[in-house]
């Protein structure tokens, strides 16, 4: 018997590694992919449906937002993200909250999040801006000047525009004419679009994707 352990040892370590299946849903008119599934609801209980994330999962090593759901579009060159948010009551958890919008989204590695929060950067220096993923943590690629974007808990509107052939994002929020925030980052090209949290609850509505796919 003992004779068998090395070879089933062996056979064990060359066995293929089970990855996790990749799940997903629907809302808005497109499919999202997401980490875990239950942690959202769909709530059409009203004329505006409503995506609600439910559970708060912070990715701690590396330090980098995990817990988003990616429409499955084609990557877009050039992209607009547009969209009503509302993050989660600060009493709930006693905390200062916040959501994020991903975009050049490659793989989970690979992307590039804007963070809106009730935090000003000045602040808070990892919140409230523009922020870049290369296999590793998160590094703020935006300027710390400007005011919070998410500063209380009503509905806020949000556009992300995003072109890869200059590396350029801006985000505008309630209608201003102006960016609340703006970066280049040429490292990733085309992607797609996410929505989700780095470490908090919220909701989202309303939500619309255009954009030059590329080719």
Sequence with gaps: MNRLLPALL?????????????????????????????????????????????????ALQPRR??????????????GVIELEMKKE???????????????AWQD??????????????????VHNGIFHVYGG??????????????PDENWHK???????TKGLVEVYVDGKTSPSMRAVDLSLGAGKFGIGSFFDMG???NVTITGEPNK
């Design 137 to 150: 943590e998160r590094v703020r690629i935006s300027p710390r000047q400007g005011p919070a974007t998410l």
């Design 10 to 58: 062996l056979a064990a370590l060359a066995a293929p590694a089970q990855t996790k299946p990749v799940e997903s849903l629907a809302a808005f008119g497109y499919t999202w992919r997401v980490p875990i599934a239950a942690d959202w609801k769909l709530d059409t209980s009203s004329p505006v449906p409503v995506l609600e994330l439910l559970v708060p999962r912070p």
């Design 203 to 205: 909701s989202f509505r």
């Design 89 to 103: 009551p600060a009493a709930l958890r006693n905390r200062h909250t916040s959501l994020m919008i991903a975009y």
């Design 65 to 78: 937002p995990a817990q988003f759901a990616v429409a499955q579009t084609p990557d877009f060159v050039r």
């Design 108 to 125: 989970p590695d690979h992307f590039n999040y804007a963070h809106l929060s009730v935090d000003s950067a000045a602040e808070q220096v």
């Design 158 to 164: 949000v556009r992300l525009v995003y072109d890869s």
